[in-house]
């Protein structure tokens, strides 16, 4: 029966090419595509269903295809279909065919219908890819593709600033989620020397003699593991995205923030459970989250004054509960949990608007003041910290993001042209000593292995800190991407024809984002980063364009950069963390940037006096 799992992929696959080429104005074949795609998914994961568990239910895996091996490294993609598949498969198939149908009326006339049915479409494509993954590099893949289309649905009512705004805080986030996934699976290749499957830690006596044998890098795996799913799921202190994440659709919220995306996190924690169920320490950090993700979310959704934001925070309470139950061991009480959960906010959140009325137009009848249990200063103390969501938001900014935007402002003295020309004349010098690795001091390979590590660093901040020029801002992630590339090579001296791999993808991407911003110059002539521009409404072709270059430098599954990424971090030792922390905050920011610099020319208030103009706080 496993080579029946691919079509769990080839089902929502076929979905989305199919609605791509529709016209925008066929709206109801669109939505009739995207119903028809998520109910032939679950008529044929009931019948693959019955036939499994009439055979024994047993766990079936499947190495699917090779896409790239080397002598160190084996990029494969791998399915997996047990228990946990089953149930997290059929949830996604009904709510995305319950949001398909209700959608087709929902978001009627809207410009952006089309926009937005594509958009889900991807979304059920990597949510499937994710729950059937057999490895980390496939579940990766699925990943990233829920990560793009969370920006993209967030950010629905582009030419609105607060929606744009609240788009690019949460795609950082969810990057810096990435970035750890990224880290696991870096260690993963070094404590297995090789690509591991989900199948093969399933052998609980083998898994537990190596975690014994190397129970530091186990514990570092596990905390990596830990924190992507706790950014996923919206875990304390990473909650306060979900709020900023409702700015999208109600049908796409309910979705992804009511019922499936943020609910991941709870099946990164299922399918590693054979990992890190043999480290205390993990279990504890876990009941740990779930228990202050509960208590506190639970009192900030008492005290929202929006509805979504209320259902969202009640949907996180219960899943700090659910990473409890995972982490003592009570997994199907997890399902079911999940199953309940899922299905209760996504009702809730389409039926609100109704809801709300009516309870508005109760509380002149009926409506009576509870009275206070707890002291007024300790409630009212409660109440001002809920209000305020626990000051997450703000703790994050400060702690985490202002100091790179300090240490960006403070790299603006190499902002300059004649910048560029020593670093050019060290990529030569780089390019020679990798030619001639042998012939060279080993003092002086490693010296220019951290100097190219943080140049990329540097370049990279640069991009993150430019507010005048988007071409400087694009052409430093460019140049980032090529120091980070011959950093790895000098460290290890890559074959020339995996370096391929990655220095193509980065060329052709860059020189199509580029050509993108010179015609937008030619059309707009205003191209700068200060504000927003709005190009999207009179440039659609030139926004897509962009986006897909930008999507390409990221290293989304669309461009062979996904696999160089990957298959050049397999060459940074386990000892060398200066290397892999700085190539981890350069993956983080690189995307950040470029996404940021898809928002200011092509999303907010359009440029154009003629087009309707919202508030800002809108």
């Known amino acids: 029966m496993e080579?029946?799992?691919?079509?769990?992929?080839?089902?929502?696959?076929?979905?989305?090419?199919?609605?791509?080429?529709?016209?925008?104005?066929?709206?109801?074949?669109?939505?009739?595509?995207?119903?028809?795609?998520?109910?032939?998914?679950?008529?044929?994961?009931?019948?693959?269903?019955?036939?499994?568990?009439?055979?024994?239910?047993?766990?079936?895996?499947?190495?699917?295809?090779?896409?790239?091996?080397t002598p160190e490294f084996d990029f494969f993609?791998?399915?997996?279909?047990?228990?946990?598949?089953?149930?997290?498969?059929?949830?996604?198939?009904?709510?995305?065919?319950?949001?398909?149908?209700?959608?087709?009326?929902?978001?009627?006339?809207?410009?952006?219908?089309?926009?937005?049915?594509?958009?889900?479409?991807?979304?059920?494509?990597?949510?499937?890819?994710?729950?059937?993954?057999?490895?980390?590099?496939?579940?990766?893949?699925?990943?990233?593709?829920?990560?793009?289309?969370?920006?993209?649905?967030?950010?629905?009512?582009?030419?609105?600033?607060?929606?744009?705004?609240?788009?690019m805080k949460v795609v950082s986030l969810y990057r810096l989620g990435d970035v750890f996934l990224i880290l696991a699976m870096w260690l993963s290749h070094h404590l297995w020397h090789g690509n591991i499957s989900f199948y093969q830690i399933l052998d609980v006596e083998k898994t537990a003699v190596l975690i014994e044998n190397h129970k530091t890098?186990?514990?570092?795996?596990?905390?990596?593991?830990?924190?992507?799913?706790?950014?996923?799921?919206?875990?304390?202190?990473?909650?306060?995205?979900?709020?900023?994440?409702?700015?999208?659709?109600s049908s796409s919220s309910a979705i992804f923030y009511g019922s499936l995306s943020i609910h991941l996190g709870v099946f990164l924690l299922l399918r590693t459970f054979p990992f890190w169920q043999h480290l205390m320490i993990i279990k504890i950090v876990i009941i740990t989250l779930g228990l202050l993700t509960s208590l506190i979310c639970n009192s900030i959704a008492k005290a929202q004054p929006t509805v979504k934001t209320q259902i969202a925070y009640a949907s996180i309470t219960q899943i700090g509960i659910i990473f409890i139950e995972i982490a003592l061991g009570f997994h199907q009480l997890a399902l079911f949990h999940f199953v309940g959960n899922a299905f209760f906010r996504t009702y809730q959140i389409l039926v609100s608007p109704s809801v709300l009325n009516y309870l508005i137009h109760n509380q002149f009848f009926t409506g009576v003041v509870k009275n206070l249990k707890l002291p007024s200063k300790l409630s009212n103390?409660?109440?001002?910290?809920?209000?305020?969501?626990?000051?997450?938001?703000?703790?994050?900014?400060?702690?985490?993001?202002?100091?790179?935007?300090?240490?960006?402002?403070?790299?603006?003295?190499?902002?300059?042209?004649?910048?560029?020309?020593?670093i050019s004349i060290l990529f030569l010098l780089g390019i020679y000593l990798d030619i001639n690795t042998f012939q060279s001091h080993p003092l002086l390979l490693k010296t220019f292995v951290y100097l190219f590590s943080l140049i990329s660093l540097i370049l990279i901040l640069l991009s993150f800190n430019e507010r005048k020029s988007s071409i400087i801002a694009w052409l430093n992630v460019v140049y980032g991407h090529l120091f980070i590339m011959m950093s790895i090579s000098?460290?290890?001296?890559?074959?020339?024809?995996?370096?391929?791999?990655?220095?193509?993808?980065?060329?052709?991407?860059?020189?199509?984002?580029?050509?993108?911003?010179?015609?937008?110059?030619?059309?707009?002539?205003?191209?700068?980063?200060?504000?927003?521009?709005?190009?999207?409404?009179?440039?659609?072709?030139?926004?897509?364009?962009?986006?897909?270059?930008?999507?390409?430098?990221?290293?989304?599954?669309?461009?062979?950069?996904?696999?160089?990424?990957?298959?050049?971090?397999?060459?940074?030792?386990?000892?060398?963390?200066?290397?892999?922390?700085?190539?981890?905050?350069?993956?983080?920011?690189?995307?950040?940037?470029?996404?940021?610099?898809?928002?200011?020319?092509?999303?907010?208030?359009?440029?154009?006096?003629?087009?309707?103009?919202?508030?800002?706080?809108?």
């Open 3 to 69: 080579k029946y799992l691919q079509f769990f992929i080839y089902i929502p696959f076929l979905g989305y090419l199919v609605s791509l080429v529709i016209n925008k104005k066929r709206e109801a074949i669109i939505a009739n595509i995207a119903i028809a795609t998520s109910f032939t998914q679950l008529v044929f994961l009931i019948g693959f269903s019955f036939f499994w568990y009439t055979s024994g239910a047993a766990t079936l895996d499947i190495k699917q295809v090779t896409l790239l091996t």
């Open 490 to 618: 000098i460290n290890s001296h890559i074959q020339f024809k995996y370096l391929l791999l990655y220095l193509v993808s980065i060329c052709f991407f860059g020189v199509l984002g580029y050509k993108a911003i010179k015609n937008l110059e030619k059309e707009t002539d205003v191209i700068t980063l200060d504000q927003y521009h709005g190009n999207s409404q009179m440039h659609p072709k030139l926004s897509i364009l962009f986006l897909v270059a930008c999507l390409g430098l990221i290293g989304f599954p669309i461009s062979p950069l996904y696999i160089g990424i990957d298959l050049l971090l397999t060459y940074i030792e386990s000892d060398q963390y200066l290397i892999m922390i700085s190539v981890a905050l350069c993956l983080i920011f690189i995307e950040i940037s470029l996404l940021r610099i898809y928002t200011r020319l092509f999303c907010g208030i359009p440029s154009n006096a003629s087009a309707p103009i919202s508030f800002k706080s809108a």
């Open 217 to 249: 890098l186990a514990i570092f795996i596990s905390i990596s593991i830990v924190i992507g799913a706790a950014i996923k799921s919206a875990m304390y202190p990473f909650s306060s995205w979900v709020a900023r994440a409702m700015e999208g659709p």
């Open 77 to 167: 993609i791998d399915f997996l279909f047990d228990r946990i598949s089953l149930v997290f498969l059929l949830v996604g198939s009904m709510l995305t065919l319950l949001v398909s149908v209700f959608s087709k009326y929902y978001i009627h006339r809207e410009p952006g219908f089309k926009r937005y049915f594509n958009n889900v479409q991807l979304f059920f494509l990597g949510y499937s890819i994710v729950v059937v993954s057999g490895n980390f590099e496939t579940l990766f893949l699925g990943w990233e593709m829920i990560g793009i289309t969370s920006f993209l649905l967030i950010s629905f009512y582009r030419n609105r600033y607060l929606p744009v705004k609240n788009a």
């Open 381 to 422: 103390t409660f109440y001002m910290l809920s209000i305020k969501e626990y000051n997450m938001d703000i703790t994050l900014f400060k702690y985490f993001w202002l100091p790179f935007k300090k240490a960006s402002t403070r790299l603006l003295i190499f902002n300059n042209r004649f910048f560029y020309i020593p």
